[in-house]
């Protein structure tokens, strides 16, 4: 079975530049979520996709970050501007309806913000 | 509020020692669940157990074993005869009625050869 696949592996962008990840989760998983790991830290939920809806955006900084799941399967998450605190790195993740409980991650995209 | 606390930042050892791995958390919910993920150089999170607050019993798989204790509100994790391929940086994490995961800030564990 493929894991979650996440593209680019490494990003460097100046600060006030604008950048895109994608996310492709596990066939079949219904839930897809974004974490944010700052270095040092545990990993944060910025967003929670149930199929192609939004269930928590709580923590997303929505006036710099947006993300989509038009079709319920992959996901973008985009950062316009980007700002020097957004160097992290962006975890994907996703579960399945029968068994919610248990997340598989990606190897997410590290983000540099110059 | 609710919150993970992993109060080791950094752990070192020489391989074959046993080394455990404290968690203690907070939550006002009674039904919640207890996560330890494993993530190694590679950056993915590797699930490695999962525990529901009315299941105290502790549980061994292989060489790790879990202690759950809920009258301390800790969720212990032990590596038994530790080997390299365990290095790597381990979270608790706790998922309330919300369903929201939050993340301990993690510790790193070097087994050194």
């Known amino acids: 079975e493929a894991g979650v696949a996440q593209s680019p592996r490494y990003k460097i962008i100046e600060k006030r530049q604008s950048v895109a990840f994608w996310c492709n989760p596990i066939?079949?998983?219904?839930?897809l979520y974004w974490y944010q790991q700052i270095l040092g830290q545990g990993p944060k939920l910025l967003i929670q996709f149930q199929n192609n809806g939004v269930v928590d955006d709580s923590q997303l900084p929505k006036d710099r970050f947006s993300a989509e799941r038009l079709k319920g399967v992959d996901s973008t998450l985009k950062i316009q501007p980007a700002k020097l605190e957004d160097s992290a790195v962006y975890l994907c993740?996703?579960?399945?309806?029968?068994?919610?409980?248990?997340?598989?991650f990606g190897s997410g995209t590290q983000l540099s913000v110059l | 509020a609710q919150k993970v606390t992993q109060a080791q930042t950094e752990i070192s050892v020489v391989e074959k020692e046993d080394v455990t791995l404290d968690c203690v958390y907070e939550?006002?919910?009674?039904?919640?669940?207890l996560f330890w993920y494993k993530q190694p150089p590679s950056g993915e999170l590797v699930f490695l157990i999962r525990?529901?607050?009315?299941?105290?019993q502790n549980e061994i798989s292989g060489r790790y074993s879990w202690n759950f204790q809920k009258s301390t509100s800790s969720f212990n994790f032990t590596i038994t005869a530790s080997q390299v391929v365990d290095s790597a940086v381990y979270f608790c994490?706790?998922?309330?009625?919300?369903?929201?995961?939050?993340f301990g800030q993690g510790t790193t564990l070097q087994v050194k050869p």
């Open positions: 993740a996703s579960s399945h309806r029968a068994d919610n409980e248990k997340l598989f």
């Open positions: 066939s079949g998983h219904a839930t």
């Open positions: 525990r529901n607050s009315f299941d105290e």
């Open positions: 939550t006002r919910d009674t039904t919640y669940y």
């Open positions: 994490a706790l998922r309330s009625n919300t369903g929201k995961l939050i």
